[in-house]
């Protein structure tokens, strides 16, 4: 990177991530300038993940210890981890990052250009197996299409935090996240596109693994109940009800 690059924070929410976390974070540090940062947030991992990056001895790796807080769905736990390490990011262009997949060599060039001009930026990812043998090699093609709507995104969600980055400005409006009820990356994605400039990158810049000790599920198939669905949708929309209100009460 550029000296004059502005100074990115990756975000990294981990829980027993040993076997894939160190390629993760390899393909991640060779992309960063000496000032960048990233920042771990491990949710009590019994494994060795916090050994293996601790044996980084990178200045800029920053790990937080994250304690669970209460929770009605399961994919909270994850939101708040997220949430704990966003919040410590200083940088002005902020990346979201899984603990087993692997960044593309050409991944934070092309992000850092498309923020130039927009706020938000998401790109395609290339699906694998857990040796990292492509199955998709367009995720939004063949798993899960995406479209630029503020409504198709609430009634199926499509974002994929992973693929994710954004500028400072949209973390502030963002924080604090929904108590719970709202994934991480749906709720910044609904931010991003309703109150910011949203762009799409149609370019597969991660290898996304999926294997049987995933901690999200995209990619996998939705088994949850029609009430599920609905109650899920409703703090959703109470949420963005509030971030609104708000907004329109400063």
């Known amino acids: ?18 076997k894939y976390i160190g390629q993760q974070l ?34 800029r790796i920053i790990i937080l210890e994250h304690k669970d807080k209460f929770a009605k ?5 994850v939101t708040h981890n997220f949430e704990n390490a966003l919040m410590h990011a ?26 130039k001009y927009n706020d938000v930026v998401m790109s395609d990812c290339s699906m694998t197996d857990s040796s990292l043998n492509i199955v998709h090699k367009s995720y939004f093609t063949t798993e899960r299409n995406f479209k630029q709507s503020i409504f198709y995104n609430f009634v199926k ?10 500028r400072k400005c949209v973390l502030d409006q963002a924080l604090p996240f929904p108590k719970y009820g709202v994934g991480h990356d749906l709720w910044l994605g609904l931010v991003g596109m309703t109150l910011y ?4 990158i149609n ?18 198939v939705n088994n949850t109940s029609l009430w599920f669905k609905i109650r ?8 963005l009800y509030r971030l609104f209100m708000m907004k329109n009460n400063k």
């Open 232 to 239: 899920y949708r409703a703090y959703v929309l109470l949420a």
């Open 157 to 166: 969600p499509s974002f994929l935090g992973s693929c994710m980055a954004f």
């Open 197 to 200: 400039r949203f762009f799409f």
């Open 1 to 18: 990177m550029l000296s004059n690059s502005p100074r990115i924070s990756v975000c990294i929410a981990t829980f027993n991530g040993e």
């Open 73 to 77: 769905f399961k994919n909270d736990y």
């Open 90 to 115: 200083e940088g002005e262009i902020i990346f979201l990052s899984d603990q087993d997949d692997v960044w593309l060599p050409n991944k934070v060039e092309r992000m850092v250009d498309a923020l």
């Open 203 to 220: 370019e597969p810049l991660i290898l996304y693994r999926r294997h049987n000790s995933s901690v999200t599920d995209g990619g996998k």
């Open 26 to 59: 390899d393909s991640i540090c060779e992309q960063l300038s000496a000032c960048d940062e990233i920042i771990i947030s491990d949710d009590g991992s019994t494994d060795g993940t916090l050994d293996v990056v601790r044996d980084y001895h990178d200045p």
